[in-house]
């Protein structure tokens, strides 16, 4: 069993709908959360960066962590085509020199 | 301004051949690391420099892969007698400190394919 697990979807919503993504985890040492967005032959670029429990907003993204039950979330409102794209959650333990553990990442598609 | 480089962009390889992919990291950054994703997988973590130390080498698949940073800042990943199993996209991110707190930022990454 992998340490992270994603759904990879695809995933395909309409224009302006809300989108949840999510992921869960086996490592009680994992300390910072993380959601990478990658576009077809680009490297990921971060969305969201979460230290340990609770709620992060960015303007229409949304990042929850729940360390308890060891599941994170990333919310998109009003999607737009251009958020098509993989999403991937990614974590690390924390402390020096941290290499960060990825999800699968989910295919989103949002249609017109 | 810039930000991490990687070349070539895409490689063909022979099996049995020696391949060298370089990533230009951002200039300053401390650390560099190097990832390799396969086909509709997520990145999956290969090796770690902080300056010209290599920290950690333990998601090295084989000892067929080597890596360097001689001066602190270029890096080469180096695949001898590549496999079939290596075709991948190998990714390389760096950030300007050593704590996990700091940022990681990619590269686009150099698509390796063996035929």
């Known amino acids: 069993q992998k340490e992270v697990e994603q759904d990879p979807g695809p995933l395909s919503v309409p224009e302006g709908a809300i989108v949840s993504l999510n992921c869960t985890y086996s490592?009680?040492?994992?300390?910072?959360f993380m959601w990478y967005r990658q576009y077809s032959r680009k490297g990921p670029e971060l969305l969201m960066y979460t230290y340990s429990s609770g709620n992060k907003e960015d303007g229409r993204f949304t990042a929850q962590v729940d360390k308890s039950s060891k599941y994170i979330s990333l919310f998109i409102r009003d999607s737009q085509p251009s958020d098509s794209a993989t999403y991937l959650c990614a974590m690390s333990g924390g402390g020096t020199a941290s290499k960060l553990t990825f999800g699968t990442g989910t295919r989103l598609q949002v249609t017109l | 301004g810039a930000g991490v480089s990687q070349s070539p962009r895409y490689k063909v390889a022979k099996r049995g051949q020696d391949v060298a992919l370089r990533c230009d990291p951002i200039s300053g950054h401390v650390s560099l690391f190097w990832y390799q994703q396969a086909l509709g997988q997520g990145p999956e973590f290969l090796t770690y420099f902080q300056n010209e130390a290599q920290l950690d080498k333990s998601g090295l698949p084989s000892d067929r892969f080597f890596a360097e940073r001689p001066e602190g800042s270029v890096s080469t990943l180096k695949i001898q007698r590549t496999q079939q199993e290596d075709s991948a996209v190998y990714l390389c991110?760096?950030?300007?400190?050593?704590?996990?707190?700091?940022?990681?930022?990619f590269g686009p990454g150099t698509r390796l394919t063996v035929t």
């Open positions: 490592n009680s040492a994992f300390q910072y």
């Open positions: 991110a760096s950030s300007l400190g050593f704590m996990a707190s700091y940022e990681q930022y």
